[in-house]
């Protein structure tokens, strides 16, 4: 027997405490995101599943491109606008769409709708993963381990 | 550009073909079963993401644990009984379960109601990943690429 829940309701579980790990002019942007943490209740160390509700306003990220990350978001309510370099994409529930480690192409989801924006995201933890950020003067510098991520500007100043 | 959807409808994504590797004594048992891939549609690697239904009578799979392959399921339509080593636990839209792989405790959804079931599967492809079947004469050899999985008796004797 282990100490897991056998299931659970997504929507009943606690919202991540952290908000955003942006420095302070760039979370302010990301709005009333909410994230609810769900692989990691079961103990899924592989990827990781969040249960993610946008209020109105309210963005998943700035619009990045991971390195060695898969992504992929499934829309459970609401109509969020996907951004990628192929322009802006309207989304409705039931749709779905993936995002390719490495390919440079930048995605985020807007809530620009008067309603809640509720999907799922599923994303794997490939050691030594990072983002880029087309639209934003930020980057990310990783620790010798890989463990801590520090956001500097693109030549490198920090915020 | 990538030559990718930028995304779709879930439940518009095509079947997969091959409906089941089992031998045919329990593949039989795993019923009516359809998988849309769809992680693979915007060629992830890392993880795979399913979109499954359980028509009246079916089963997710047979009863198994992975040895290096953490899963989770979200129910999106119906009330699958799921089935693990806790017993069975009656699952309802909007809840989710994860199977954290090498803890030997096998699980399987079964479709027992007159209606539909439909659910999102997420699995990650780490590589030499096994499975315990500990309901069922049957265990897979790999082989040495571990690209290539077959299927035996307990005894290794073939099927």
Redesign the interface.
Known sequence: ??S?P??????EAAPRARKSIYPEEFASRVGDRIKRP??D???????G?NLTTLKPGAMSALRHAHEK??E?V?ILEGYPT?V???GE?Q??P????????G?G?GHHLLNRGPHDVVY?E?G?R?PGDSAEYPDDDLRVLKSEDGQKRTFVRKDGTPY
Chains 1, 2 share one sequence.
């Open positions: 027997m282990s897991y056998v299931a659970l309701f997504a929507a769900l692989g209740l079961f103990g899924l160390t592989v990827f599943v990350q898969d992929f499934y996907l990628t370099d192929e994409t989304l409705k039931g749709m779905c769409a993936g995002f390719k480690a390919t192409n799922l599923v794997d490939t």
